[in-house]
C-alpha cells in the first residue's frame, strides 16, 4: 500500500509522484475558500447550455447603494404613502364648519346734531333716556328668547348652551370694563373659534379700517388714554334671535342699542360725562363643534356710533366727541340723513350720518 500522498493506482507512469509540476496551477485554501460557487437549475443541467455559470438577476442602480440607504428610501416611500393615505381619508369635521370662516366689519359715524356735545348729568347720566324705549340694565337689556326650543338637527341643549356662549360674548365685548377701557383683550379671544382667531390676534396687533381687520369689528373699546367710564353700568335695549341656517350651522344674531357714560380719562370724578350710544348688530354662526367647546364664529358685525366726528380713524378704538362745541364734522354730502340708532327696525348698514336725537339732551 502507497503511503498517503500517493493516488490509489499509484503513481502514474512518466510520472515523479511529486506535485511539484502542478504547483503553478493549484489553488490555495483562502482562493478556494473566496470563490463564488453558484450552482446551475436543474433545466440547465439538462439543457446542457452554453453557460457554465447562471447570473443573478440585479436590480440596476439600487445594487450599488448601501444598504443603509436602501433603508433610508424605504422609510421616504412609506411615509410619504402614509401622508397621502390619511390626508384623503382624515375625517372633515361638522358641516359649515369652515376654515375660511372671517368675519366682515362696518362702522358708521354718527356726528351730532348740532355744533355741541350736551353735557350728561353725573349723578344721574341716564336720567334723560326714555322709559318707552326699554332700556334695562347689563345683560338683562339682551332680550334673549324665553323660550329655548330645538330646531330640526339642534336639540334644546345644544341651542341652550349656544344662546348662553353668545350672552357671555356679548357681555365680555360690551359690557366688560376690562375690554370697554382697560385695553384687554384675552376674554374676548377665548370665545372665538380657533379659526377666527389668527384675523382676531391681526386687528388687535395692526387694525385697519378694510372691513376685516379693525379691532372695534369684534368688540367696543375707547382708548384707555383717553376715555373712562364714569359708571360701570350700561344701559341696553334689543333683542337676540336664533335660526338653523343649515343643517350643519346654528345662526344666532344680536342687535342690541348701548348707551354708555363717559368722561375724560384722569379726570376727577365730578367732571364733564357725555353719553355714548352705539348700536351693534352681530351674527353668529355655530356649529356642532362650537358649541361643545363653547365658542363662536362672527360672521358679520356692524356698528353705529356717536357722537363722532365723520372720517375718524376708529379701526383701533372708538372715538366719541368730548363735551362741548365741535368743529366740523364732515360735509353734508358725507351725512344723508339722520339715523337714530334707537330704531332698529332700520337697516344698521349706513353711511356717515346724524345723530338723529342726540342721547343725553
Avoid at 344674531?253 to 355714548?276: E, F, I, K, W
Avoid at 340708532?341 to 338723529?356: I, K
Amino acid at each position: 500500500m502507497g503511503d498517503r500522498g500517493e493516488p490509489p493506482e499509484g503513481v502514474p507512469e512518466g510520472g515523479s509522484g511529486s506535485d511539484d509540476e502542478y504547483r503553478s496551477v493549484v489553488f490555495d485554501e483562502s482562493f478556494v475558500r473566496a470563490a463564488r460557487i453558484t450552482e446551475l437549475s436543474a433545466e440547465e443541467r439538462l439543457g446542457g447550455g452554453s453557460r457554465a455559470i447562471r447570473h443573478k438577476v440585479g436590480a440596476g442602480a439600487f445594487t450599488s447603494l448601501p444598504r443603509q440607504a436602501l433603508t433610508l428610501l424605504l422609510l421616504i416611500v412609506l411615509a410619504f404613502g402614509a401622508a397621502v393615505y390619511f390626508g384623503v381619508t382624515a375625517p372633515r369635521g361638522d358641516p359649515g364648519q369652515s376654515g375660511a370662516t372671517q368675519l366682515t366689519a362696518e362702522l358708521t359715524a354718527l356726528a351730532p346734531a348740532t355744533g355741541e356735545v350736551p353735557a350728561a348729568d353725573p349723578s344721574s347720566p341716564f336720567a334723560s333716556l326714555a322709559a318707552a324705549t326699554g332700556y334695562a340694565d347689563g345683560s338683562a337689556g339682551f332680550g334673549l328668547p324665553a323660550v329655548r326650543t330645538a330646531t330640526a338637527h339642534f336639540s334644546q341643549s345644544q341651542v341652550s348652551v349656544a344662546l348662553d356662549t353668545v350672552r357671555r360674548y356679548l357681555e365680555a365685548t360690551e359690557l366688560a370694563p376690562a375690554v370697554l377701557v382697560q385695553g384687554q383683550t384675552a376674554p374676548v379671544r377665548a370665545l372665538l373659534a380657533p379659526q377666527e382667531q389668527d384675523q382676531f390676534d391681526q386687528s388687535v396687533a395692526s387694525p385697519a379700517d378694510d372691513q376685516h381687520h379693525s379691532a372695534t369689528g369684534w368688540m367696543v373699546r375707547f382708548d384707555p388714554m383717553r376715555i373712562a367710564l364714569a359708571t360701570d353700568t350700561v344701559k341696553v335695549a334689543g333683542g337676540v334671535t336664533v335660526t338653523e341656517l343649515d343643517p350643519g350651522t346654528l345662526q344666532i344674531t344680536s342687535d342690541h342699542t348701548l348707551v354708555y357714560a363717559l368722561r375724560p380719562a384722569g379726570a376727577v370724578t365730578n367732571g364733564p360725562v357725555s353719553l355714548y350710544t352705539v348700536r351693534r348688530e352681530v351674527r353668529f354662526d355655530l356649529g356642532p363643534t362650537d358649541i361643545a367647546n363653547a365658542q363662536v364664529r362672527l360672521v358679520d358685525s356692524v356698528e353705529q356710533a356717536g357722537p363722532t366726528a365723520c372720517g375718524a380713524a376708529q379701526a383701533d378704538y372708538l372715538r366719541p366727541l368730548a363735551v362741548g362745541p365741535v368743529g366740523p364734522v364732515g360735509s353734508a354730502a358725507a351725512r344723508p340723513g339722520a339715523v337714530d340708532p334707537a330704531d332698529r327696525s332700520q337697516p344698521a348698514w349706513q353711511q356717515c350720518a346724524v345723530l338723529a336725537t342726540p342721547t343725553g339732551s
